[in-house]
């Protein structure tokens, strides 16, 4: 079974930064793809950035040119570094990777989840 544990997340002003990881119970190099999703009150999960094996990213439109996702497959661990916050980024966000395996097909392991708050 796969574990992801975040950290990183906390309150922080407009305006400022934060820099979530993600580490990981196996070797981050055997997933297809990994990425942070977040979740607001009342809203549903989105897609905040993901990366492939490649390195190639892909981010939602609300945080282009503001957050930078990276992976580091020697520690194992996924980052999230975000700047320029405003407080439409408060919610909980989640650490996700994905395997493809033969007749399951796409299997996604996710994290417990880390708070992010900006205040205005």
């Known amino acids: 079974q796969v574990q992801l544990v975040e950290s990183g997340g906390g309150l922080v002003q407009a305006g400022g930064s934060l820099r979530l990881s993600c580490a990981a119970s196996?070797?981050?190099?055997?997933?297809?793809?990994m990425g942070w999703y977040r979740q607001a009150p009342g809203k549903e999960r989105e897609l905040v950035a993901a990366?492939?094996?490649?390195?190639?990213?892909n981010y939602g439109d609300s945080v282009k040119g503001r957050f930078t996702i990276s992976r580091d497959n020697a520690q194992n661990t996924l980052s999230l570094q975000m700047a320029s916050l405003k407080p439409e980024d408060t919610a909980v966000y989640y650490c996700?990777?994905?395997?493809?395996?033969?007749?399951?097909?796409?299997?996604?392991?996710w994290g417990q989840g880390t708070q992010v708050t900006v205040s205005s």
């Open positions: 996700n990777a994905v395997d493809i395996r033969p007749i399951l097909g796409r299997v996604n392991y």
């Open positions: 196996r070797s981050i190099f055997s997933f297809a793809a």
């Open positions: 990366i492939g094996t490649g390195g190639s990213t």
